[in-house]
């Protein structure tokens, strides 16, 4: 089967040009102008921006908080329609159980057969026995480059101390394995919490009061301190601050190989929204929390000058009333976690693209191309190049819509930019070269979605080889 993609304007991390795409089977096999090739199916592409499909390296399609469970792998559709064709999955390891076997038993479970857009995993330690750290050199045999640590949530079975960190990083360096941090400190959490809840501060807004900047910018620092000790590379998710973002960029430029990402929320959305009457303000419950405008603006700077690069959805999809009221007299007992991932390229591109605050090419490189190369899939994914997965989005900047949740593929009650105006949108996308959305539709298969194994010695390890 071949696809010739004609008159489109192809964005990249680093350029931008007019130029055809000629796909045979599932991968980009020429690229040039006026190709005359008699494809079996031929797409006009004019006025459209063809980017490569989005990699999401920070999504939750399994996260359980009690008894509330998110929306699993059979809303992955949303991700298509938003113009990412390859998610990265957390996966709690089980207790008394591997990282593999937790991740294996996941896969066969809940997303073999079900995913539509491909996907690969990140282990995250919940029992960190000597068995944990033994384990982890292996983990790149099995496609699983990176795994991720909690130094938030105390007394939750993923919180890690400082030990279990420093350990896994020691363990990871050798093998290539990436460690993540969510960068928290849980002891001051836990007292902040303690204290608003016995002062009758219940609400949603306390959430933020009880998780302030510096519980964030003290773990980061203290995590990065861990990295040097152990003389590893670091990957600090989701960075809210500009205080923790100067600390990553800071210990970068003294040398030390720490990188950071930041969420779609954190650019956008405030702290004002947890005040919103009739307990909305539980929709916008995540961690860490939002923040203010200063800091956005930060961190849109960082995007632009490289200090962090890459930008998630932090994908979690809780229901407002099924889920979300299970703390509506007790902001503690609020599950954390927005869904995103549909809105993630809308957002960055109203956001971020059409007010200046980054360029085509700095979107690509947050949405796509660098991500790819965290988790070692930029062999495959995250840039349109001869070789590559045909992963490729049409991307009409002329659209205009609003972001609502009676539209949205989530599968949840709400959208946290719900009432957006929003400029652009995916079109067209393709899953190796097959068509999975049309006119902003999805219109692919559940199960198309492929296992993509992560390859070790990701971009965190550029010059320690």
């Given at each position: 089967?071949s696809?010739?993609?004609?008159?489109?304007?192809?964005v990249?991390?680093?350029?931008?040009?007019?130029?055809?795409?000629?796909?045979?089977g599932?991968?980009?096999?020429?690229?040039?102008k006026?190709?005359?090739?008699?494809?079996?199916?031929?797409?006009?592409?004019?006025?459209?921006?063809?980017?490569?499909?989005g990699?999401?390296?920070?999504?939750?399609?399994?996260?359980?908080?009690?008894d509330a469970?998110?929306?699993?792998?059979?809303?992955s559709n949303?991700?298509?329609?938003?113009?990412?064709?390859?998610?990265?999955?957390?996966?709690?390891?089980?207790?008394?159980?591997s990282?593999?076997?937790?991740?294996?038993?996941?896969?066969?479970?809940?997303?073999?057969g079900?995913a539509?857009?491909d996907?690969?995993?990140?282990?995250v330690?919940?029992?960190?026995t000597?068995?944990?750290?033994?384990?982890?050199?292996t983990?790149?045999?099995?496609?699983i480059?990176?795994i991720?640590?909690?130094?938030?949530?105390?007394?939750?079975?993923?919180?890690?101390?400082?030990?279990a960190?420093f350990?896994?990083?020691?363990?990871?360096?050798?093998?290539?394995?990436?460690?993540?941090?969510?960068?928290e400190?849980?002891?001051?959490?836990?007292?902040?919490?303690k204290?608003?809840?016995?002062a009758?501060?219940?609400?949603?807004?306390?959430?933020?009061?009880?998780?302030?900047?510096?519980?964030?910018?003290e773990?980061?620092?203290?995590?990065?301190?861990?990295?040097?000790?152990?003389?590893?590379?670091?990957?600090?998710v989701?960075?809210t601050?500009?205080?923790s973002?100067?600390v990553?960029?800071?210990?970068?430029?003294?040398?030390?190989?720490?990188?950071?990402?930041?969420?779609?929320h954190?650019?956008?959305l405030?702290?004002?929204?947890?005040?919103?009457?009739?307990?909305?303000?539980?929709?916008?419950v995540?961690?860490?929390?939002?923040r203010?405008?200063?800091?956005?603006?930060?961190?849109?700077?960082?995007?632009r000058?490289?200090w962090l690069?890459?930008?998630?959805?932090d994908?979690?999809?809780?229901?407002?009333?099924?889920?979300?009221?299970?703390?509506f007299?007790d902001?503690?007992?609020?599950?954390?976690?927005?869904?995103?991932?549909?809105?993630?390229l809308?957002?960055?591109?109203?956001a971020?693209?059409e007010?200046?605050?980054i360029?085509r090419?700095?979107?690509?490189?947050?949405?796509?191309t660098t991500?790819?190369?965290?988790?070692?899939?930029?062999?495959?994914?995250?840039?349109i190049?001869v070789?590559?997965?045909?992963d490729?989005?049409?991307?009409?900047?002329?659209?205009r819509?609003?972001?609502?949740?009676?539209?949205?593929?989530?599968?949840?009650?709400?959208?946290a930019?719900e009432?957006?105006?929003?400029?652009?949108?995916a079109?067209k996308?393709?899953?190796?070269?097959?068509l999975?959305?049309d006119?902003?539709?999805?219109?692919?298969?559940?199960g198309?979605?492929?296992?993509?194994k992560?390859?070790?010695?990701?971009?965190c390890?550029?010059?320690?080889k």
């Amino acid at each position: 089967m071949s696809l010739l993609i004609k008159n489109g304007t192809i964005v990249t991390a680093v350029d931008e040009y007019q130029a055809d795409i000629l796909v045979e089977g599932e991968q980009i096999t020429t690229i040039g102008k006026n190709l005359d090739y008699k494809a079996a199916e031929i797409v006009d592409a004019k006025g459209m921006y063809v980017l490569p499909g989005g990699v999401d390296q920070h999504t939750h399609f399994s996260f359980k908080y009690g008894d509330a469970v998110v929306r699993g792998f059979e809303t992955s559709n949303a991700a298509a329609v938003g113009g990412t064709t390859t998610c990265i999955e957390f996966i709690n390891q089980l207790t008394g159980k591997s990282i593999t076997e937790s991740v294996r038993k996941f896969e066969q479970e809940k997303v073999s057969g079900i995913a539509m857009v491909d996907y690969s995993f990140h282990g995250v330690v919940t029992d960190p026995t000597d068995e944990l750290f033994e384990e982890i050199p292996t983990l790149p045999k099995q496609g699983i480059p990176t795994i991720k640590l909690f130094m938030a949530y105390k007394g939750a079975c993923y919180h890690s101390d400082d030990s279990a960190i420093f350990r896994a990083l020691q363990a990871s360096k050798d093998a290539g394995v990436t460690i993540m941090v969510h960068a928290e400190n849980a002891d001051l959490i836990d007292v902040l919490q303690k204290q608003c809840l016995a002062a009758g501060k219940t609400a949603p807004m306390y959430h933020a009061v009880s998780r302030p900047p510096l519980v964030e910018v003290e773990a980061t620092q203290r995590a990065i301190y861990l990295a040097e000790l152990a003389e590893a590379p670091l990957y600090v998710v989701h960075v809210t601050t500009k205080e923790s973002m100067e600390v990553v960029r800071n210990s970068y430029i003294k040398g030390v190989p720490v990188y950071g990402e930041t969420c779609t929320h954190y650019l956008t959305l405030g702290k004002e929204n947890l005040s919103k009457p009739d307990f909305e303000g539980a929709k916008y419950v995540c961690s860490p929390a939002l923040r203010t405008p200063e800091h956005h603006e930060a961190l849109w700077e960082a995007l632009r000058k490289g200090w962090l690069n890459a930008v998630s959805s932090d994908h979690c999809g809780f229901d407002w009333k099924e889920h979300k009221h299970m703390g509506f007299d007790d902001f503690t007992q609020i599950p954390n976690g927005a869904p995103g991932i549909e809105n993630r390229l809308g957002v960055l591109w109203t956001a971020g693209v059409e007010t200046g605050k980054i360029s085509r090419q700095k979107l690509v490189d947050v949405f796509a191309t660098t991500p790819a190369k965290i988790n070692g899939l930029s062999d495959r994914k995250g840039h349109i190049g001869v070789g590559y997965d045909a992963d490729i989005v049409l991307f009409d900047p002329k659209w205009r819509g609003t972001i609502s949740a009676k539209t949205s593929l989530q599968g949840v009650d709400y959208n946290a930019y719900e009432g957006m105006e929003q400029s652009g949108r995916a079109d067209k996308v393709f899953l190796r070269g097959k068509l999975i959305v049309d006119e902003g539709k999805f219109i692919g298969q559940k199960g198309q979605g492929q296992f993509i194994k992560g390859k070790p010695f990701g971009l965190c390890y550029e010059g320690l080889k």
